[in-house]
């Protein structure tokens, strides 16, 4: 018998449910996992909310209604979590999960740390209480060449900029996510119309607003902070059987994590300060030298940002775009199952 692959897991965050994924749930996984979509669906209808089945199920998919924190987050939990069972686990042994800022509660039930049902329950009520935060947003630059490569001094000057916009009176700004070859930068509307008007060119795409997106990851979202501390109790948390790596790079070692303290860290650094996804695939990858990494769904939009969180360090070698394209094309070292051939090679199933 072949020797099992390892594998890193990476949870995907907000802005993975689009429009090509409209229906996705029900078809990968209605048939095998439907006692579980059951039980998500009446932990929604409990809470007077429509449920996955009925928003996975739509005519068509509405930016509206799709995009918004109560409806994302359990349509993306779902979906990663029906992936992450649907692995072969005779071809992959999971040697660690991760994810990207919300996708920190999927790997929290990847992990072990909650039931799956339990993350279900953190997820859907952290994608309400995230629209609890003062007003702001997010706003999306890129630091990175067409190859991937940095752009030379771009992300210091972005940094020296947002610093000087966030000492005005009356302005908010701050890192929100770093995704390597992409920063997210979070705050006020003050903030963010300055970062907007005085932002030096950047590569590859104009900044770019969030749609729907608060400014998550800043201390305006102590709101959001405080509701998931007082409605989301201790008693959901265990320590992790698998482990996990968090936004700030910190090893959440299997058996021997502290449940409050990882409890602690979800509802309050991870809600108030940067998420730094690049850090914590860099560490993982340094920490447990995956043979692969698996992205599950929904979508596959994450992929570039672990590429280029890889590169960022020469991971194996891989040092641009051109790099890690000819490692894909000869021996994959990331396998999205949002892609119907790389998924068929985590599955075993087409």
Do not use: C
């Not at 802005?15 to 029900?26: F, R, V």
């Not at 072990?112 to 999306?140: C, D, E, K, W, Y």
């Not at 769904?297 to 790099?323: C, E, N, R, V, Y």
Request: aromatic fraction near 6%; glycine fraction near 12%.
């Amino acid at each position: 018998m072949t020797a099992r692959k390892t594998a890193l897991v990476v949870a995907p965050g907000r802005g993975t449910y689009g429009k090509n994924e409209l229906g996705s749930i029900a078809r990968l996984h209605g048939a095998r996992f439907a006692d579980l979509i059951a039980h998500f669906d009446a932990q929604r209808r409990d809470r007077g909310q429509p449920t996955v089945s009925e928003l996975d199920g739509a005519e068509r998919f509405s930016v509206a209604t799709h995009m918004r924190g109560d409806v994302a987050a359990p349509l993306i939990y779902t979906a990663t979590v029906l992936d992450y069972l649907s692995i072969d686990r005779e071809k992959f042994d999971v040697v660690g999960a991760l994810g990207n800022s919300m996708g920190w509660y999927s790997a929290l039930a990847l992990g072990g740390a909650v039931s799956v049902a339990n993350g279900f329950r953190i997820s859907n009520a952290m994608g309400l209480n995230s629209q609890t935060h003062g007003p702001g947003g997010q706003i999306l630059l890129q630091v990175v060449d067409e190859d991937w490569r940095p752009v030379p001094g771009l992300r210091q000057t972005l940094f020296a900029l947002v610093a000087a916009i966030a000492s005005r009176p009356g302005h908010a700004l701050a890192l929100s996510i770093d995704l390597a070859g992409m920063l997210v930068f979070a705050g006020n509307e003050e903030g963010l119309a300055a970062l907007l008007a005085e932002a030096p060119p950047t590569p590859g795409r104009d900044p770019l607003r969030l749609a729907g997106h608060g400014p998550f990851h800043t201390p305006l979202m102590v709101g959001s902070s405080d509701k998931a501390k007082a409605e989301l109790p201790a008693a959901l948390f265990g320590t992790p059987a698998l482990p996990l790596i968090d936004g700030r790079g910190h090893i959440w070692r299997r058996f021997a994590g502290d449940s409050a303290a990882v409890r602690d860290y979800t509802f309050g650094h991870q809600i108030l300060a940067p998420y730094d996804f690049a850090l914590s695939v860099q560490v993982a990858v340094k920490e447990f030298a995956p043979d692969v990494i698996i992205l599950p769904g929904p979508g596959d939009t994450l992929g570039g940002a672990i590429a280029q969180s890889l590169i960022a360090i020469g991971w194996q070698g891989i040092a641009s775009k051109a790099d890690f394209a000819a490692r894909q094309a000869a021996d994959p070292i990331l396998l999205s199952m949002g892609r119907a051939d790389q998924r068929a090679a985590v599955t075993g199933h087409k």
